[in-house]
């Protein structure tokens, strides 16, 4: 049973959303901070360090994971690097935060559940809407049966090309699929998935089919699919990330016999809740960084003052269904 007095994390990869949703949260909790970064371009890794006053950085995961003074690792790099370094830094003691998707296959992350289960050392997954009052407004909707019985739950995404998806000879690394696991759908719909499987339980059964539509690249660009939770209720989704500007949509409705809610996952739209009452519009505000509630209840498990259920596990079946959805399973 890990309980650590003071939780020192070494950080492996330090991009953009270190920069911009978790770094500096992890420094703001009590008894937390950053001791150590790393990243495989010296020069970034320094300069980050410096930056955010972080004592030391390397080049190197391996001298990252054995500082001594290093003793729970937080993993953001590209997906499908996640099991390599969250195993290693398991099987050196030391628990593990990392970012979504949990890896880059449904494998990669049952590798992990089983090095977790056998050295007992914790690993958590980075579904920060999760503890977002956004969401929790949504659940809290739902829970309190402002809906009714909820009877069918629809995803609905699409997006433009980003200006970086035309540059065939330096593509980003999201739409490399070796990399990432798939395209944007697999670096997206994490979130959504996540947020109802929080809701409604595991999604037990899921179908897709997926085209590339645009051309830009060989991922999948444009993915359709259906799904079933372990209740028995049923959703689909549409995700299209080559879409004109003008289709842009990002939107999840929930519906039930009594009404519907509906609300974004990435732009934080106003919720509508539409009921008898009429329509509601209600818009709860997040932390400036969205990540420092999960953090919290990561750096609160690990010193033993409470249970946080954002884990390996719970992270994996994200990971079956989009797997199931892609035909990789």
């Not at 008894?31 to 495989?40: G, I, L, P, T, W």
């Not at 056998?118 to 949504?138: D, N, S």
């Not at 609905?156 to 200006?163: E, G, K, V």
Request: glycine share 8%; charged share 20%; net charge negative.
């Amino acid at each position: 049973m890990i309980k650590l007095d003071k939780v020192k994390w070494g950080f492996i990869g330090c991009g953009e959303v270190t920069e911009k949703k978790s770094g500096p949260a992890f420094s703001m909790i009590h008894n937390s901070e950053v001791v150590a970064v790393m990243s495989r371009d010296a020069e970034k890794a320094a300069s980050y360090a410096r930056r955010n006053n972080i004592p030391r950085w390397y080049n190197d995961a391996q001298l990252l994971i054995g500082d001594e003074d290093v003793n729970a690792i937080y993993i953001a790099t590209p997906p499908s690097s996640h099991a390599t370094f969250a195993i290693m830094a398991m099987k050196a003691g030391k628990p593990v935060y990392i970012e979504k998707p949990m890896a880059a296959t449904y494998e990669d992350c049952a590798r992990i559940n089983r090095i977790s289960k056998e050295t007992g050392i914790p690993c958590f997954v980075a579904y920060y809407r999760r503890y977002l009052p956004y969401f929790q407004k949504v659940k809290d909707i739902v829970g309190l049966g402002e809906i009714g019985h909820v009877i069918n739950v629809q995803i609905r995404f699409a997006a433009p090309p980003r200006d970086l998806d035309y540059n065939n000879k330096n593509l980003p690394w999201r739409v490399q699929a070796d990399i990432a696991g798939g395209g944007y759908f697999y670096d997206l719909a994490p979130h959504q998935l996540d947020l109802l499987q929080e809701m409604f339980g595991c999604i037990l059964e899921a179908e897709g089919y997926k085209s590339n539509r645009g051309g830009l690249y060989e991922a999948e660009d444009t993915v359709s699919a259906c799904f079933k939770f372990e209740s028995g209720l049923p959703g689909s989704g549409s995700w299209c990330f080559v879409s004109h500007e003008s289709a842009k949509e990002d939107r999840i409705e929930i519906i039930g016999d009594k009404g519907m809610v509906s609300f974004s996952v990435f732009t934080y739209d106003p919720i509508t809740l539409h009921t008898e009452r009429g329509t509601e519009s209600i818009l709860p505000q997040n932390p400036p960084y969205v990540q420092l509630p999960l953090i919290q209840a990561v750096v609160e498990h690990l010193q033993g003052k409470s249970i946080c259920t954002c884990d390996g596990l719970s992270a994996t079946t994200t990971n079956w269904v989009m797997d199931r959805i892609l035909n990789k399973l």
